[in-house]
């Protein structure tokens, strides 16, 4: 398990070893888990978007197009 991203916006785990990405929206308190493919792209993404600017707008545009997707609830042990 790796933290890939811990932002007011967003919090994101890889998952190295079952090929999965968790991203968990702060907001809203609510997340899913991307497995192969969709993870990889994800992952992809999530990187044009914090390559190309540091603005949290960003994130929270992003985001925006997985919101539909994100309904499991967050959970915190």
């Known amino acids: ?3 890939v ?3 007011p916006v ?3 785990v890889d998952y190295p070893d079952i090929h999965a990405l968790e991203v968990i ?3 809203r308190g609510a997340g899913v ?3 192969d493919e969709a993870a990889c792209r994800l992952r992809q993404e999530l ?3 914090a390559s190309s600017s540091s603005e949290m707008d960003d994130f929270e545009d ?3 197009g997985y919101g539909a ?3 499991q609830p967050a959970v915190y042990h």
Request: charged letters at 25%.
């Open 5 to 7: 991203l811990n932002n």
């Open 33 to 35: 888990l991307f497995r």
């Open 25 to 27: 929206d702060k907001r």
């Open 69 to 71: 997707l994100m309904n």
């Open 10 to 12: 967003l919090y994101v």
């Open 47 to 49: 990187q044009d978007v």
């Open 62 to 64: 992003w985001l925006e």
């Open 1 to 3: 398990m790796n933290v």
